[in-house]
Every structure is written in C-alpha cells, then in structure tokens.
C-alpha cells in the first residue's frame, strides 16, 4: 500500500491537490481521495482519475475500478499537517491510551508550535458542562476526523 501511496502523491504533484488516502476495497475497488483548500469539484476528480489511470498502467499497478472522491464533511486527519490546517475546527479524536477514562473526544481543536514541537489540544465539555482542554500529542492519535456541525432545518447537536 505505502507503495501505491507513493506512486499516486508523485504523480498528482503538479495538480494543486492534496492526497487524503489511498484505500484498497473489495473486488478489486481502488479508491482515491483528494482534498483542495478551495473544496473539490467533479471536475478535480476526472482531472486526478485520467491522470493516475495513465500512471497506474505504466507502474503495473493492477486494479478493476477506480474511485476518486473528496473525503467529505468528516474529513479523517492523518499527518500532522491537517492538525494544522484544521485548527479551530471541530473534530473527533480516538486515543490509543485512555484519558480519565475514554478514548473519544469531541471538541475544538488546538494547535500550538512550542520551540519546533507541535502540541495539540482539544477544548471540550465535561459532564457538568464545564469546558475541559485536553492536551495530547500526535503520537497519541489513533484516529481523528473532522465533525463538523451540520443545521439541518434548524435542529442543532
């Protein structure tokens, strides 16, 4: 997989596009997402899949279908960088420890650069609905994802 990685961040380098990941499904389903500050549009996703469809028959890699898409409202955070990106925004994040006693948490991000070492936090309510921080490192993530608050006809969360 690190492979197939690697081939399609080098040949999506002069398309102005981030790579989120590459993911190998079932009955031979390759799929690729794709990220852009701006948002993606249909049009990214042709541009990204007749690009890499030519890259992919050159290097051999070998697959039925290919899926490119934009990683969606709940965008996962895989390298430091979306930490960065992201910060201020509402996220969910699994620990691979447990903290005061759970892994999930919920809440706004925090990104601070102490001294070339970034420090991640999140801002989230207790029970009592007291605001907590929660101070952990990248190393600390299992997973994390963007959740954002969707207003559907007026009903919040």
């Known amino acids: 997989m690190a492979d197939i990685f690697a081939v399609t961040q080098q040949a999506m380098l002069g398309l102005d596009m981030e790579l989120v990941d590459v993911e190998r499904a079932p009955l031979g389903l390759l799929r690729v997402t794709i990220d852009r500050p701006e948002g993606v549009r249909i049009e990214d ?31 996962p955070l895989r390298r430091l960088g979306d ?31 102490a001294d070339a ?3 991640l936090s999140l801002e989230y309510e207790a029970p009592p609905g007291q605001s907590r921080v929660l101070a952990f490192s990248f190393d ?18």
């Open 45 to 75: 996703c042709e541009q990204v899949s007749r690009q890499l469809s030519r890259v992919y028959e050159v290097e051999g890699i070998d697959y039925k279908r290919l899926e490119v898409s934009s990683p969606g409202v709940d965008r």
């Open 83 to 113: 930490y960065v990106r992201f910060a201020g925004q509402r996220i969910e994040v699994r620990l691979r420890e447990p903290v005061e006693g759970r892994k999930v948490f919920t809440g706004i991000l925090g990104v601070a650069d």
């Open 117 to 119: 070492e970034t420090s």
């Open 140 to 157: 600390d993530v299992d997973r994390a994802k963007l959740d954002p608050v969707l207003d559907f006809k007026g009903k919040k969360r």
